[in-house]
């Protein structure tokens, strides 16, 4: 039995055995009588009246302030695509844990049974007065980002895109510790993004933000670049507007010659061959992040002159996974009572993402920190702390 076959034996009876990961419950110990009189009738009257006379205090009087809704409708779900949200709801289960684990918040998963836009827009909103923010989860794009953008218009509350958001954060935290090693600049380098979808708009808006001016993005037609008409969006339209600056043209493997950097969010496993990685320059850098499996297995792209590469999977060194940034950041965020999430925010983590990893302790298989890193809270809260909202 392979390593991976065993992980999934194994990881089914845990589950099987588990009957569910997470279970709600209160804060506190039994309570007396007394004490039920305060947290329910008829004392939690006075507590009502004043939230309606003041709403602000929501955020102190209820748990709403440390609160996430986890939002997917199963369509993009892990490698695995479209497999609905009842085959969601592990891996959502899974997020949550990772949110109380790490950061202490309260997530729940919302698995919707819906995949038209206009009804999830229609269902975040109305659940909206429980949640401090909403963390929208696995959804196809180019629909997730119309969500994003249109619901953040909507309500008040931060709504964070981690496949997009969480995933460009710890991808350019990660290529900026590379790059230390390799002794190469954002701003001289080629970097191949192959995926057009929530990552990859997410990861070329930060790397170009960042400093970054020659970037490529591939999808199934092939580069994107500026005048290009077949399959087409207006994210497609945005990246090609800004970046691809020599319009370059053709398949992934065309652009890849002298290449430095690859970031795969293609969600194609086995997608870029041992040729490929010998098209790229010296000290290449290779980020294969599809999961469950990689657009390249680490081992053959090492074989093939990759210097440095990294995976989303933690069977392999240099994980470079959202894990690392989504319970942290949200955490931050909530506590400096950010309602918008912006680029500059997410550049900021970044930062503070890479400089959890000291320049001494940067190896070719050690860029980046391990989730449970307690230094990456302080280190984001501090660097989130000048975008707090009184």
């Known amino acids: 039995m392979t390593s991976s076959q065993d992980i999934a034996k194994k990881s089914i009876k845990l589950h099987e055995d588990l009957k569910g990961k997470i279970l709600l419950g209160q804060k506190s110990r039994k309570l007396s009588i007394k004490e039920i009189q305060l947290i329910y ?23 709403k302030i440390n609160n996430v809704a986890i939002v997917t409708d199963g369509t993009r779900i892990l490698g695995l695509g479209n497999i609905g949200p009842y085959a ?27 995949t038209d836009k206009r009804k999830i827009i229609e269902t975040i909103v109305a659940i909206e007065p429980v949640f401090g923010a909403i963390n929208l989860e696995d959804i196809e794009s180019p629909k997730v980002l119309d969500i994003s953008k249109e619901l953040q218009k909507i309500i008040s509350i931060p709504v964070f895109h981690d496949d997009r958001h969480g995933t460009s954060v710890v991808a350019l935290a990660a290529l900026l510790n590379a790059l230390k090693l390799v002794k190469k600049s954002l701003q001289s380098i080629k970097v191949i993004v192959a995926g057009a979808g929530s990552a990859g708009v997410g990861i070329t808006d930060l790397l170009r933000f960042a400093g970054c001016k020659n970037v490529i993005v ?26 691809n600056p020599r319009k370059e043209k053709g398949s992934l493997e065309d652009v890849m010659e002298n290449a430095d950097v690859f970031i795969g969010v293609s969600g194609i496993s086995n997608l870029v061959t041992e040729e490929m990685i010998k098209k790229m320059k010296k000290d290449s850098i290779v980020f294969a992040l599809t999961n469950p499996e990689p657009e390249i297995n ?12 990294a995976t989303g999977s933690y069977q392999f060194h240099n994980r470079v996974n959202n894990a690392l940034v989504f319970p942290y950041l949200m955490r931050a965020i909530l506590d400096h009572k950010i309602s918008k999430i912006n680029t500059e925010i997410l550049y900021a983590a970044a930062i503070a993402v890479a400089n959890t990893t000291p320049r001494k302790q940067l190896r070719h298989n050690n860029i980046i920190s391990n989730v449970g890193d307690k230094k990456l809270q ?5 660097a989130l702390k000048k975008f707090y909202r009184k």
Request: charged fraction near 20%; hydrophobic fraction near 40%.
């Open 41 to 63: 009738t008829p004392g939690v009257a006075a507590v009502s009246k004043e939230i309606f006379e003041h709403p602000e205090k929501k955020f102190i009087l209820t748990s």
């Open 88 to 114: 969601a709801m592990p891996v959502m289960e899974g997020k949550a844990i990772l949110y109380k684990q790490y950061s202490g918040i309260t997530a729940f998963p919302i698995c919707l049974g819906t």
């Open 218 to 243: 591939v999808d199934s037609t092939g580069a994107i670049y500026k005048g290009r008409s077949k399959n087409m969006n207006p994210y497609k339209n945005e990246i090609a507007a800004h970046t």
């Open 298 to 309: 680490p081992i053959t792209a090492k074989k093939a002159g990759a210097r440095i590469v």
């Open 378 to 382: 302080q280190n984001i809260t501090r």
